[in-house]
């Protein structure tokens, strides 16, 4: 199985690209994010699926929103299919098509056509990167024997888990030299209650003998328990009645105060006198009112000078009657527009303040277009200046290098003597030369002269490294002195336009970085100055209007001329109102004498009432009655308390009337209380007793009884018995589990160690000739017949190791699964030698498998001359 095109719709910065590749070896040479590693996940997506979004940084979705997914196009058995798998659930929505027969296969099909190669063994042993490759050199001795086995068997990872899973289950529940697994737990609490029985055997006739002395002790106790309660009922009650004494004596107290009659002295009696009194007040109140009324009346006969002016204009003055109204409230306006015309001025004179130049003069506000190309100009100008800054550190560090590169006098120069004996050379040949018979051998022996000097000067000082480096960083400095000149220029025509900007909408003198916050305050100055205006236009029309209404007023009334509009408004109602007092007081004095004479006779009728009341029931005044009224009121409340009290005594009142005298209820009290004391010490002393026996049983059961630890004892044994055959079965399964994998990969392990002997010793150089497997251990053969754990390589050493065995896979195992090895810069450990072994190893091996190299080292594409190169850049993948 070969892959022949890889098509991108979206994944990771790729879209819309197709990559084509050959049968043998491919080269996919690029710098870092070209994208090397999204085709290896893009290759391992398209076959076995999209990871869940739980790992998002395995998915690689498109970064330009383009749709999900790809397509894959492999031969197989010389037939051609094409695999797409796009965004969906369950790892993508997959379509399979036999592109040879031209027809649509179930998705299900490609399982069946990778098999028996899964996502995990892909992973593990045909998509190979520097982390995979790294993972013998971390792996412990049984680790790379399990990862060696995945290798030769496939399908055995599930049965490797289980195994691992059965092996640390087992662990949990025993270890011989462990104390927290279960088992282990169980056994020390056997040991225990075996202890714990036989000391319950030893102590069993004292414990029966404790057991019969506290069952009597219980009975007294509980005996003397019903007797202390009897004793504190009697003592309660005993006591509550000499609590009650206090309250029984008042009321022996209430029962002899005397009772007097209440006829005519009821609380309707007193309501009755009450209601006559405020008809009699009503009535001489009513009657003074009148008469201050008729007082009144006669006093405003007397009328003011400029109502008796009024008298005279009335016709000119009554329709300004009409016009108060509007015109106190176009005073209030007025007032209330001067107010918003100050609080405008100061807002606008605030902003002044801050945004407008020295003369006053306020900026210009931007247009939108204004505003969008400033923000450009100082993006770019914020993009150039940081850009300036990485290459003023660059030049800093290449002059620092430069000036590290350069010799001091006091170092010997080696270059410098070579050059010297290399010149010297040319000159002896040159003289010799002219010594030789012959123009020709003169010209020849003068050439070779020539050309051995010119050696030793140019040709070797060309060639060192010190040179190169010099050479490199003087062209770096220069390259980097050259962009910061033009960054330079183009950071001051940014400047310029800015500033222009800023001239020509009155800024410049606020710093650039004030503008845009500039803009709200210049708005808000504009309608602040419009809103003015139209105030100015309102208060003008207004004070118009009430400067007529006041030239109207003094015209006909010109004792008001001088005065303010509401002084002239305020006298004009007080007119009006006189004028209509005057028309109604006419008709009030005719009826307001009779008024008074009505009132006259309802005071006395109130008085006759009053007298017949108090006659009536024998007192001489209203003072006379209430005090009589409050006595029969008391006499009232002294019932209600005796009758509260007995209330209170309750059923104790019979008990307290059958007492002679408190001292004998003291004496009842004391009686009790020592019956009481008496039964309590001989229930504390039986308690006591208890405690006793309680500790003396629980020193000899601490343990636990006999019964109680038998059956305990049975219980732990049982439980022991399920424990060890659930470890028995979880360790017998792990074996078997692990005999079986070493026997199904033992026709093939030992081929595949053998070829990845032979490709270790090709990588290495032949350093390293031999490998071994056991069931417990790895390790490498020297040359020189030593023999080394894994452990004991280098990570370079070990990661050839790997890149071996899983080559080795791969050639052995081609029948079974055959299919493409991807090698995502799997290599960038190897030294320039091994590396080069590397690349001649996988040209070999590309004739009979399908190689993808993707590579970040040039060389790689020169050691794959005549093979399949692509080259990718940082661009191609955006």
Not at 335 to 344: D, G, H, K, S, Y
Request: glycine share 6%; charged share 20%.
């Amino acid at each position: 199985m070969y892959l022949k095109t890889l098509t991108l719709f979206g994944f990771g910065q790729f879209h819309d690209r197709t990559f084509n590749l050959e049968r043998g070896l491919n080269v996919l040479v690029g710098p870092n994010e070209a994208g090397k590693s999204t085709l290896t996940q893009f290759i391992t997506a398209i076959l076995f699926g999209f990871p869940t979004k739980k790992h998002p940084e395995l998915r690689y979705e498109p970064l330009d929103g383009s749709r999900f997914g790809g397509a894959i196009t492999f031969v197989q058995d010389a037939t051609q299919y094409q695999v797409t798998r796009v965004d969906g659930p369950r790892g993508g929505t997959v379509t399979l098509r036999n592109l040879t027969l031209d027809l649509e296969l179930p998705a299900s099909q490609l399982a069946k056509l990778l098999a028996p190669v899964d996502a995990q063994l892909f992973q593990n042993v045909y998509a190979l990167n520097e982390m995979r490759l790294g993972q013998v050199f971390q792996a412990s001795k049984q680790d790379l024997t399990t990862h060696l086995q995945h290798v030769g068997a496939v399908g055995s990872d599930d049965w490797l888990v289980q195994a691992k899973r059965l092996d640390q289950r087992a662990e949990e529940a025993y270890k011989p030299q462990g104390r927290k697994p279960l088992l282990n737990d169980l056994l020390r609490q056997h040991q225990d209650l075996q202890a714990k029985l036989d000391k319950a055997n030893t102590a069993y006739q004292t414990y029966w003998q404790l057991l019969q002395d506290q069952a009597t002790a219980k009975h007294r106790q509980a005996a003397l328990r019903e007797q202390l309660a009897t004793h504190r009922q009697t003592v309660t009650h005993w006591t509550q009645l000499q609590q009650q004494w206090p309250t029984f004596q008042r009321w022996q107290a209430l029962g002899t105060a005397q009772q007097q009659p209440t006829t005519g002295f009821t609380q309707a009696d007193a309501t009755e006198l009450e209601r006559l009194q405020n008809q009699l007040t009503a009535s001489q109140a009513t009657a003074k009112t009148n008469q201050s009324r008729l007082k009144d009346l006669q006093a405003h006969a007397q009328l003011p000078a400029l109502f008796q002016q009024y008298l005279k204009v009335s016709e000119q003055v009554d329709p300004l009657f009409d016009q108060v109204p509007a015109v106190t409230a176009q005073a209030q306006e007025r007032t209330r527009l001067m107010a918003t015309v100050q609080e405008l001025t100061q807002r606008s004179t605030a902003i002044e303040q801050q945004v407008a130049n020295a003369n006053g003069q306020m900026p210009r506000p931007f247009s939108l277009a204004t505003t969008q190309e400033l923000k450009q100009q100082q993006a770019d100008l914020q993009l150039a200046n940081q850009k300036r800054r990485r290459l003023q550190q660059e030049l800093n560090r290449l002059n620092d290098q430069y000036q590290q590169a350069q010799p001091t006098r006091q170092q010997r120069n080696p270059l410098a003597d070579k050059q010297l004996g290399w010149l010297a050379a040319g000159l002896l040949v040159l003289v010799g030369a002219m010594f030789l018979p012959g123009t020709l051998f003169k010209l020849v022996g003068a050439a070779l002269g020539i050309a051995v000097g010119y050696y030793g000067v140019f040709i070797v000082d060309g060639e060192t490294p010190a040179s190169r480096e010099l050479q490199g960083l003087t062209a770096d400095i220069r390259d980097v002195q050259a962009q910061l000149r033009e960054g330079g220029q183009r950071i001051d025509a940014l400047t310029n336009r800015i500033d222009a900007i800023g001239e020509a909408h009155g800024l410049d003198h606020l710093p650039h970085e004030q503008w845009f916050g500039a803009q709200a305050a210049i708005g808000e100055w504009e309608r602040l100055t419009q809103q003015l205006q139209a105030t100015h236009t309102q208060l003008t029309a207004l004070q118009a209007t009430l400067d007529q209404f006041q030239q109207a007023v003094t015209a006909v009334l010109p004792q008001l001329a001088g005065q303010s509009v509401t002084s002239q408004t305020t006298q004009l109602r007080q007119l009006q109102t006189t004028q209509q007092r005057l028309v109604a007081q006419n008709g009030e004095l005719a009826g307001l004498t009779d008024r008074i004479q009505q009132d006259h006779t309802a005071v006395a009728r109130a008085q006759q009432a009053v007298r017949t009341f108090l006659q009536t029931r024998n007192v001489a005044d209203t003072a006379a009655f209430y005090q009589r009224y409050q006595q029969i009121q008391n006499q009232d409340n002294v019932t209600a308390q005796r009758q509260a009290l007995a209330t209170q005594l309750g059923t104790t009142l019979a008990d307290l009337q059958a007492l002679p005298d408190q001292a004998t209820l003291d004496q009842h009290v004391t009686t009790a209380q020592q019956a009481q004391q008496t039964t309590q010490q001989q229930l504390d002393a039986t308690t006591t007793q208890l405690a006793t026996l309680s500790g003396q049983l629980e020193h000899l059961t601490a343990s636990g009884t006999q019964t109680a630890l038998r059956q305990r004892l049975a219980n732990l044994e049982t439980q022991m018995r399920t424990v060890t055959q659930g470890w028995l079965t979880d360790r017998l399964t792990s074996r078997w589990i692990s005999a079986t994998l070493v026997a199904a990969s033992g026709d093939r392990l030992p081929r595949i160690v053998d070829q990845a002997s032979e490709y270790y010793a090709q990588l290495t150089e032949n350093r390293y000739t031999k490998l071994e497997l056991t069931s417990e251990t790895l390790r490498v053969q020297r040359a020189d017949g030593t023999w080394l754990p894994v452990g004991q390589l280098s990570r370079g050493t070990a990661e050839q190791l790997d890149l071996a065995m899983k080559l080795a896979f791969a050639v052995v195992m081609q029948a079974q699964a055959a299919m493409p090895l991807v090698i995502d810069d799997g290599l960038v450990n190897f030294d320039a030698r091994r590396r080069q072994a590397a690349y001649a190893l996988l040209l070999t091996l590309s004739q009979h498998l399908q190689i993808i190299l993707l590579t970040a080292d040039p060389v790689a594409a020169q050691a794959a001359a005549g093979k399949y190169v692509v080259r990718l850049t940082t661009q191609e993948g955006d």
